[in-house]
């Protein structure tokens, strides 16, 4: 079955530190991987997809993950947080896309940020 | 707007009631989902349309739930004789999806807010 993991539920850093948060996923064939951010109070935001290529895939507002096929991994990282960075972050998996029929997404539980000033 | 729309926002329902919760997607966009998220998890799957084709359903928790898309745009999910357990927020998405031979593909899904149902 396919499943996505989220291990970190709930992570509170200080303005300026980095940030690692960790997805594994387990999928049968080749696999599309994403993260969304929900802020508070809003709709869910895609941050960063990969689909093939470079394993290392930058997103919006600094964020970047890595793609570890060997681990099944696809944590999401970002150097220096901000406060405005507070927010619930899911990591996200579809199947490739074949012709008939797009792919749904199996999300992880989503952690939850806090950044404190 | 550009986004995805969705209304309510908030429901709430008396235990046994029916409900009908609306998606207006991106205009143009072929491939509309629908995920419920109960509270402290992600999104889980329920449905999905291409045009007006509910091509995967395997996701409704019961026959109490019903989607449509008769035009291939706006959809309706229902659920009836609504329970406790249906609480939750129930989101759409949809994306730009073209298939055939050599076309590009597209899986980046955009959000609707979502609409909160709470069943007493």
């Known amino acids: 079955a396919q499943s996505v993991s989220q291990h970190n539920h709930h992570v509170i850093l200080s303005e300026a530190a980095s940030l690692e948060l960790g997805c594994n996923y387990s999928y049968g064939g080749t696999v599309n991987l994403f993260w969304y951010v929900q802020y508070p109070g809003q709709h869910l935001q895609l941050l960063l997809k990969y689909f093939s290529g470079d394993p290392l895939v930058k997103g919006i507002k600094g964020f970047e993950a890595e793609f570890i096929k060997s681990k099944f991994s696809f944590n999401l990282r970002k150097p220096s947080v901000q406060w405005s960075d507070t927010a619930e972050y899911f990591c996200a998996a579809s199947g490739a896309i074949y012709r008939a029929t797009a792919s749904k997404l199996t999300f992880g539980t989503g952690t939850r940020l806090q950044v404190t000033l | 707007g550009a986004g995805v729309s969705q209304s309510p926002r908030y429901k709430v329902a008396k235990r046994g009631q029916d409900v009908a919760l609306r998606c207006d997607p991106i205009?143009?966009?072929?491939?509309l989902f629908w995920y419920q998220q109960a509270l402290g998890q992600g999104p889980e799957f329920l449905t999905y349309f291409q045009n007006e084709a509910q091509l995967d359903k395997s996701g409704l928790p019961s026959d109490r739930f019903f989607a449509e898309r008769p035009e291939g745009s706006v959809s309706t999910l229902k659920i009836q004789r609504t329970q406790q357990e249906d609480s939750a927020v129930y989101l759409c998405?949809?994306?730009?999806?073209?298939?055939?031979?050599?076309?590009?593909?597209?899986?980046?899904?955009?959000f609707g807010p979502g609409t909160r149902l709470t069943v007493l």
């Open positions: 205009s143009g966009h072929v491939s």
């Open positions: 998405a949809s994306s730009l999806f073209s298939g055939g031979k050599g076309a590009t593909i597209h899986n980046e899904q955009f």
